[in-house]
């Protein structure tokens, strides 16, 4: 058992938070981070026992083109303020991971310029990926390289290079002895070199007990990343696809089919969110917004590590915009949101599950048991050392009676609602409310939780109160003098003035299963519905349905699951069968044909082995096969 085994995390992007300007003038450090220091109490009073927060290093734009990784971008302060923000974090209880940015650097690193200078008398020159000094590029440098994403102003480490390796563990030491870090989100770490990463997993295991590794991978076998030798978790981008849509199609197979499969994968700790700094907010992406109660109960309660993203506790929207990721990061001020427990039935909801999850071990140790499957209702029960909690939720606009199977005690309490049920022939008999979630646990559990509102209904979007902060703003900040004064416009060069847009662009394509979309073409949607009507009028024609035997429930059981999947009109085939029009864009392929052109385009970079054929055909999501054949360039 170690620290992130039962935390929940909290997210945030400090350079949007924080309301910095877009382009880094490496002018005189302005004290933004100090501004976070009350987000800390929020995130402590809301059940957050880690913060993950980055990227923090100085950049030229938007974070992720580091220029220095030993210190603290000179937008946000000084390495002083990120020792007393890590310090504070400490002494509230709670954990602290940085971003680690270790895939590429930005065109201002030190070693970039040398290579600059130098050419090919640098001795940096094999510190990145393919320098042609024969090849050019935009910048008309006289040379050329490989870069993530196709993009040039992220220049791809050579991570095979000793000394590349020796350096960035060297920085993972140095954060941890300045600044007590302890842990490390690691950026695309899907095309992280696996040697790489067991070198930087050896760094952890040396530099702190219980050092935390975790990885952003999109999609594939995530044991690949998570085990003993290489990372502790990755970002569970399988289930945030599953959590929105599973909703907004009234279809808990997706979500139960994708549970099952994660399971299959092993015992993994991964990294369960809902939003991020990269994809939009969930109130944004949910078609009923009601649905962000049982949406969160999910993510609260499903194997994995839960995290909110800054600001969604509140029930803010969020938009992807074309070319800009700036909806997705905004200035907040925590003033406006101070008494949000009490007002918001949004933060309330939120509050209340991150003290269940810290008051209930087998939310995070417990086994996993699907109890209960239709389109509209979903329950399963987490047990740990002869304890049975239950989790039920519905996403229908009409109460549901649901028959479960309960543990050895004489009734269970609804932790949200307080509601108390007795255990009768070995189940509970429950009514859950429309559009919600619960959570039950043998009555005499010692739990410290008001019941709380949930909004069943939600016609009226909330509000966003961004302050919009940007580089020519009239908002005062602490500068390194520690004066006020007003932020000076951005300087930067020409090179730069690009850089939020390509980041922006390039994060979305290769990190995001796209958000807007459905997986199901609109034949299948509609399949789907009907179904899920017949069983919604089936569930409500009698009241003896919640009284239906365990047997009865447990029929709907993975054969149905899949079968639900199967029937639709885009479930994959075999991708030999498929030849590939390549004139189609990948968002009109169907899922057999994106299987087959990835395979393609894996077969195009070497001899393709039977795991990597059922890596690609285990995925049949349409979005993550989208992105999967879009990161080939």
Known sequence: ????????????????????????????????????????????????????????????????????????????????????????????????IFDGVFNHTGRDFFA???????????????????????????????????????YNLLVKLNQKNPAVVDYICNVIRFWVSEFDVDGIRLDAADVLDFDFMKALRRTANEVKPDFWLMGE????????????????????????????????????????????RLQNMGTLKLYNFVDNHDVERIYTKLTNKAHFAPVHVLLYTLPGVPSIYYGSEFGIEGRKEYGSDDSLRPALNIEDYKDSVKTNPCTALIAALGKVRQAVPALSYGSYDELMLTNRQFAYARDLDGTRVIVSVN????????????????????????????????HIN????????????????????????????????????????????????????????VDSKSKAKTNTEKTDKRKTETKADSETAAETKPELKPSAEKTTEDKAEINHNVEKSTEDKAKASTKDEEAKDDTTAVKNIEESSDFPVDPATITVDWSKSPESMTVSELQAAVLAKLAGNGPVDAQMKKT??????????VNWLKSFR
């Not at 690609?616 to 096969?625: A, E, K, Q």
Request: with cysteine; charged share 25%; glycine share 10%.
């Open 616 to 625: 690609v055909t285990d995925n049949i999501w349409h979005d993550s096969l």
């Open 217 to 260: 991978v999109i999609h594939g076998d995530y044991s690949r990343w998570v085990n003993g030798e290489t990372l502790h978790s990755v970002t569970n981008y399988t289930l945030h696809k599953a959590l929105y849509s599973g909703h907004n199609d009234h279809n808990y197979f997706e979500i139960a089919h994708t549970v099952r």
């Open 430 to 485: 429950i009514t859950q409310p429309a559009n919600s979630g619960e959570i039950w646990v043998p009555e005499g559990t010692d739990l410290n939780v008001k019941p709380v509102k949930i909004e069943t209904k939600v016609e009226n979007k909330a509000d966003i109160k961004p302050e919009n902060k940007d580089s020519s703003d009239s908002n005062t900040d602490v500068k390194s003098d520690g004066k006020a004064g």
């Open 112 to 150: 970039f310029k040398d290579i600059q200078a130098n050419r090919e008398n640098s001795q940096y020159r094999d510190w990145y990926c393919n320098v042609n000094f024969w090849g050019n590029n935009e910048y008309n440098d006289g040379f050329s390289y490989d870069n993530w994403g196709g």
């Open 1 to 96: 058992m170690a620290w992130y085994d039962e935390a929940v995390f909290y997210h945030i992007y400090p350079l949007g938070l924080a309301g910095a300007p877009k382009q880094n003038d490496y002018g005189e450090p302005v004290h933004r981070l100090n501004t976070l220091i009350p987000w800390v109490d929020h995130i402590k009073e809301i059940g957050g026992t880690a913060l993950y927060i980055g990227p923090l290093f100085e950049s030229v734009g938007h974070g992720y083109e580091t220029t220095d990784y030993k210190k603290l971008d000179s937008r946000l302060g000084t390495n002083e303020d990120l020792k007393a923000f890590v310090a504070y974090c400490h002494e509230q209880g709670m954990r602290v």
């Open 395 to 426: 996403n229908d606009d009409a109460p549901a009676g649901m028959h479960l199977a309960a543990g050895n005690c004489a009734a269970y309490v609804g932790i949200l609602s307080g509601e108390k049920v007795s255990v009768q022939d070995g």
